[in-house]
């Protein structure tokens, strides 16, 4: 078993590593100011600058870890037809040489097949944003140039499925250079219609191209690009079974997957403190947690200031350990993508046996918001 953590520039994180000899082979590093972009949804909302990139990069060197440079950009509006941002992504490229990355985090297709034609020593990992959820998608991306794709988190209740994924692999790929990722504790909801849209909002976002950069800029909607968040935060709220049958993996089952073959897990941890890294990743070596699974999944927050982030968490259902053990131990036989009724169905069974959380915050979360959402559909247009 190793993890892969997007290390969120925290240099304590790096020693804690080393010094606890936690199995962690790859920290992302989301590299700023970049003009292709970064479509992740767990990003800060200011990133660092590019000289602290390359500090961080090095001292993960440093340490005998190998650092991923994050530029996962799902959408770049067309910009890779300009020249000027040709030459400025080349120029991207240089100095990722100079800093000796050898693995580099995309998403758009056409990002995998660029990297593959001019730089194909680079390794290349393929974002979980790009909703690889089927067979034939993990085919075609492998074709076109990934190495290791980090799966879907829709797909890890389905055995067959991923039993599929390893035989495609090992059939197809018989050098075994290929590779399949799990993501174990992203809280998205399953299904989410906003899905590329979150990531696409993320990529115009961080974009620093001399053609066009950042649009949020020019939005004339405050924190408009929140709205899928607020969305999806109030399916959340008003069905609290989104949170259960979302894509995780728990320490108490995460043996499943390794006998599935199954290696090597994203662990997304942007924003958590060190000690509580230490916790999570100590959890799924041990195969066991009795505390709050809340604890350890991670669920992307709007950038607006709307609610008090602990007042949100404690208004969602509370998955409780000795339920989430029991929960685990169902999976679908399935080789394809299922339908949302199937999962309601399992769900269901366990939904009444969670405390939900604070009724009273959690109404109140949900009006503001429908409010807030009401406003972003006018637009810039005056009530």
Known sequence: ???????????????????????????IVH??????????????????????FENYTKLIQKHGITPIAGIDSTCQGNLEAHIKHYEAVN??????????????????????????????????????????????RGRIFFNIGADSI??????????????GFQKLKEKTYKDR????????????????????????????????????????????????????LLSCWKKRLEQPVNLLKAGWISPSNIELYEKLGYDT???????????????????????SYDKNFNEILHIPHPYGDYWPKDKINNSI????????KDFCNYSFDKIYYPSESELNARCNEYINKLNIGNIRDRDNIIQLIIEKMQKMKQGVIKA
Not at 103 to 119: G, T, W
């Open 1 to 27: 078993m190793k993890f892969i953590i997007d290390g969120d520039y925290n240099q304590d994180l790096i020693s804690l590593i080393e010094n606890e000899k936690l199995p962690v082979s790859h920290v």
């Open 31 to 52: 590299v700023p100011e970049n003009p292709i972009g970064n479509s992740s949804i767990f990003l800060p909302k200011i990133l660092p600058n590019f000289s602290e």
């Open 91 to 136: 120029s991207l490229f240089h100095k990722l040489h100079e800093l000796n990355y050898k693995d580099i985090l995309v998403s758009s297709p056409n990002n995998v097949a660029f990297i593959k034609a001019n730089y194909p020593s680079l390794k290349i990992f393929l974002s979980y944003s790009q909703y690889v959820a089927s067979l034939n």
């Open 150 to 163: 980090i799966l879907h988190p829709d797909v890890l209740r389905y055995v067959n499925l991923l039993k």
């Open 177 to 228: 250079k290929k590779g399949f990722i799990l993501p174990v504790n992203i809280g998205c909801n399953w299904g989410c219609i906003h899905w590329y849209q979150h990531h696409n909002l993320q990529s115009h976002r961080t974009m620093n191209s001399p053609v066009f950069s950042n649009q949020e800029k020019v939005s004339d909607v405050e924190n408009g690009f929140d709205y899928p």
């Open 265 to 287: 897990y994203l662990l997304c941890t942007s924003g958590f403190s060190s000690e509580k890294i230490l916790e999570i990743i100590l959890a799924y070596v041990n195969k």
């Open 317 to 324: 259902i509370q998955l409780d350990p000795s339920v989430i």
